[in-house]
Every structure is written in structure tokens, then in C-alpha cells.
């Protein structure tokens, strides 16, 4: 990921969101989930995880990587998704900036067959990560999932710039991120931060920009999907109803009940939750969720594009 110091406590029970998801259910999956409409009662019984699976195969799918390629899963986190591409016969380096997301993944997938995993910052690379050399046009695809907007803009057009440098002709780039619908800053809509500190972000990106920004480095945008009713709008509707439930004494002892781990919460926390959750939904109005699939162009070198 990004920046080290800024990511330091960021998915640790450093926050009290990330304490409450994982009594919810949070383990090795980092991301928000895609819920349908159909299932939607069911996660506000169930917890997140299988709808937190469902986006990482979607946003898998979108690489059409095949047995013996090589893909950098980029922020990488706690390693599932690197150890789906594994598992799925592709030589796959997942990378992460913060050494606790990478123990976690050694320890629950560093045995698999075709997975390996290193301390690395995606916007600028190392020569080389598990013995792996990262060298020009040496990797089959890139997977970024919902790790950039922690980048901030700079750090976003550089692992871009790496992206490109790194895949060979032909290659792909599949980026699923948070962003924005338009040049407003989140901090006009965060004033105090409980968004951007818990996350540990700074801003998002347009989601117009992404295009002009992958371009820019060479790149040929192939599909570009809005994901935002399934991810972001259903979520929405689920944090919203866990914050109401918890907005009175009765309701905290339902969720007890259902998730006993949230016994530990004192009253002061469970208030700081229920504002976290508010502050997402002031934000909520102006961003998306967004899957970008990007391609490295074969024709200079004369290959056939992978497809």
C-alpha cells in the first residue's frame, strides 16, 4: 500500500470499527462485499464474509489470468485473494506495505502451492520480492483491489507508472477502488476525520480521472464497471441499520446476543461507532465504487493481446 507511517493502525484493533467488524466477521478479507438485493436480509444475520468473497471473485474474474502467468496482487492484505490466484494454477506475488498484513498471509497461506508474499510498497518497487524479480514487462497482470485509495494521488499515478512498466505487452491491469463522483473534497464532507483517520486515507480519486491517468502511462482502458449500488449503497443500508439497532440499550443487547464478542464495547465505544458509521454515510453521496480493467497494448511488439 501507500505510506506506512499513515497505514500503521489501519485494519488493526487500533479502531474501534475494525474491533466491531471483526466480531462481525472480518478475517482474512478486508473488503466491503457485493450484496445482492435478494441476499441482503440474510448479511444483516450472517456477517459479511460471504458477500466479502463474492467481491474478491468478481474482481478476480476480471483478470481472465490462466494456470502459469504471473500476477503481483498489489495490496495485497491479508492474502486471500494472492492465494485464490494460486490456487488457481498463476504464480502470484501478493505485496503490502504494512509487515503485519504480510505475517498474517504467511502464516494462513504461505504454504500454498503458487502463492508467495512480501513487505513491498506498490508505488515504488523493489528489484525484486520473495525472490521474485519485479523487471520490466515481466509480470502477465496486475490485481489491485480496493487498496489504491489509500495512495493518495501521487502515490496512485505511480503504482499506475509501476503497473505499466511491470506487465509485459499484452498484460492487464484490474483496479477496483473507492472513488469519487466528483472534485469535491471528502474533507468538506468528513470535518472531523472519523472517515478518512479510521481508513487512514487522505482523498479519493474522480472516477473520470482513472482513465485519463492510466492513459497517460500508456495504458488502453478496457471495461470500466460501477459496482456502487451493490457494494456501497447495500452496505450503506446495513451499517445504517446496525447503527440504529445500536442506538439504544435494548438494541446493543440483541447484537450481544447475536455476536457476543461486542460484550466488550463500553458505552463511550459503542458511541464512537455508531458516529463512525454516521460520517460514512455523509460521504456516501458522493462517491462510487468502481472496477477498471486496463491493458498494456500488444501491437508495438508485435503479440497477441491476452484475453
Known sequence: MGDSGGLAGAYSDDSVLFR???????????NIGYFTLPTLPVAALAGPVFFQRRLARRSLALL???PGQLVLDAGCGRGDTTARLGAAGCRALGVDIQPSQIDRARRRFGGRSGARFAVADATALPPQAADIPLSDGSFDRVHCLEAAFHFGHEGRSSF???SFRLLRP???LVLVDVTSRTD?????????GLVRDTWRFDDIEPYK???LMASAVGFTTHRILDWTTPVLHRAARLCALFAGTASTRAGRQA???RWPGLRELDAREWDEVIAIVRAHRMIGRVTRYTAYVFGKSARSSGLPELR
Do not use: F, K, M
Open 20 to 30: 466491531v467488524l471483526g466480531h462481525l466477521g472480518w478475517d482474512d478479507l478486508a
Open 64 to 66: 481472465e489470468a490462466r
Open 160 to 162: 499506475l507508472s509501476e
Open 170 to 172: 499484452g498484460g492487464r
Open 184 to 192: 469535491q473534497p471528502i474533507g468538506t464532507l468528513d470535518p472531523n
Open 209 to 211: 480521472r482513472y482513465p
Open 255 to 257: 447484537l450481544c446476543v
